[in-house]
């Protein structure tokens, strides 16, 4: 079963396609079948805009399409930057250390701890219509210091809870186990597997 995986952020890529060891699926990025498109992420829940960037990848590809979207929501700041973490920086082209700089001075008027979750909602959908979506949670909080190169975005400044390691120091192996966007992938796996079943 060939299935479009609707990203373009390579991180999230390894990583979905890693949780995804297993299952009888090929999974095709959107350049590998000429799809180069851009999805406007307005919604106002990672639901939402999980399921639009899955609908538009399967109807232009006319196969099953599986898309997130995830974000950090940090209590000291009202829940931002949620839906917005892939763009919370205040400056256009701004890289994934800017992001966390900035996070980091917006936090430094609050006083510690930071509690904080990682937030991500999976979208698959079926060439006639139907959508599935699975949620994940990763709770933890932000540390003012970076720690560990083995993830990107927020990971190297958000420790996880119940370990004594932020996002970046875990290896694949316990990142698919304890992130957000992992539980969310293996709440899917069955569907999946339903699905390369009927096919």
């Excluded at 000291?76 to 920086?89: C, E, N, T």
Aim: net charge negative; aromatic share 6%; charged share 30%.
């Amino acid at each position: 079963m060939r299935i479009i995986i609707a990203s373009r952020n390579k991180g999230k890529l390894k990583e979905i396609l890693d949780l995804l060891q297993g299952v009888p699926i090929e999974a095709v990025l959107p350049e590998e079948i000429g799809l180069n498109l851009t999805v406007e992420e307005d919604g106002s829940t990672y639901r939402e805009n999980a399921v639009k960037k899955a609908r538009v990848y399967c109807e232009a590809g006319g196969q099953i399409t599986l898309a997130d979207d995830s974000g950090l929501e940090v209590d000291a700041l009202d829940g931002r930057p949620g839906l917005h973490s892939a763009r919370f920086s205040g400056k256009p082209g701004a890289t994934d250390a800017d992001r966390r700089a900035f996070l980091l001075e917006k936090l430094s008027s609050h006083p510690r701890p930071w509690p904080a979750r990682f937030r991500s909602t999976v979208a698959i959908a079926l060439p006639g219509g139907e959508i599935f979506t699975f949620e994940g949670e990763c709770r933890g909080e932000i540390i003012p210091e970076e720690r560990g190169t083995n993830g990107f975005g927020y990971d190297p400044i958000f420790l996880v809870e119940g370990s004594e390691k932020t996002m970046a120091e875990l290896t694949m192996e316990e990142k698919n186990l304890l992130s957000h966007r992992a539980r969310a992938i293996l709440a899917a796996r069955p569907r999946l597997l339903e699905l390369a079943g009927k096919i």
